[in-house]
């Protein structure tokens, strides 16, 4: 065979394994494009469901009583596993809360509205937690990466000077107003940590509630003003997302129950 064939040979190979790499990339591109669209879509559709109105009446007991903002009677209605919404100023998490009573699983890929697949999923928490938020702590998990969709805009805690400016998230629920205080936002590991703590033990939890509030990372930021000792009868609620490029590190931002206040 001559070199001039060989060269030729050569050639075909190398458009070949060109046009392969161009193929895989429009396709790989693509499919971002797509999945980054449909979490913005979803966005959409779930911010028109939400009013703004937050006012405070007189309640029948003498206990201030502020409007519920969440429509969750048309919301349930969509679907039965959303529970709760969650608010975090300064981010663009404001999305309903769910919890699947089949599968822990379901929601890493599924709308909260309507349980349709899409790759962002939604903010859900999973079977051991309670969904009254009585729990020691309540894990709540969301997706990093689908544009500044579901818990991506976390991240935001990691300057300081973000983290100093917005010191609380607030969760509805159909009957309640929760405000939490935020303790800390850290980079941590990747363990289950409802399933590597026993959060029934005090001492346990007071270790949980040190750990959080003097994490051992480079990445964080820790309020310094609590005005209080946190204790065992304390709430705690951990928002937790992935973090780019790093499949066995975790970002949780936590907060402590600061206020319970009672809706209409």
């Known amino acids: ?34 999945t980054d669209y449909r979490a913005q879509k979803n966005d959409i559709e779930i911010s028109s469901v939400v009013s703004t109105t937050d006012e405070t009446v007189q309640g029948t007991t003498n206990e201030k009583m502020v409007k519920n903002p969440i429509d969750f009677k048309s919301l ?45 999923g939604a903010i859900y928490t999973e079977m051991v937690n309670s969904t009254d938020f009585q729990d020691r ?26 983290f100093d400016q917005h010191k609380r998230f607030v969760i509805y629920t159909p009957d309640s107003k929760l405000t939490y205080k935020i303790v800390s936002a850290f980079k941590y590991d990747d363990r289950h ?26 990445n964080k930021n820790v309020r310094t003003d609590l005005g209080r000792e946190l204790t065992k009868d304390d709430k705690i609620v951990v928002l937790s997302t992935c973090i780019t490029n790093q499949r066995s590190s975790r970002y ?13």
Request: aromatic share 14%; net charge positive.
């Open 193 to 218: 940590i409802m399933n590597s703590f026993d959060f029934q033990s005090d001492n346990i939890f007071v270790e949980f509630l040190e750990m959080i509030q003097n994490p051992s990372s480079s």
């Open 252 to 264: 949780l931002v936590c907060g402590v129950l600061e206020k319970n206040e009672k809706t209409y």
């Open 137 to 162: 702590v309540t894990l709540i998990y969301g997706h990093n990466g689908y544009s500044d969709t579901m818990f991506t805009t976390l991240h935001r805690f990691e300057q300081k000077s973000f």
């Open 76 to 120: 349930q209605k969509k679907n039965s596993d959303i529970y709760a919404w969650i608010k975090v100023k300064g981010t663009k998490v404001d999305y309903p809360v769910v919890q699947s009573t089949k599968s822990d699983e379901l929601y890493l890929k599924h709308s909260a509205l309507d349980k349709s697949w899409i790759a962002s």
């Open 1 to 34: 065979m001559s070199d001039k064939t060989n060269n030729k040979d050569k050639k075909i190979i190398l458009i070949l394994i060109a046009i392969l790499f161009i193929a895989c990339a429009a396709v790989f591109f693509g499919y971002r494009f797509y």
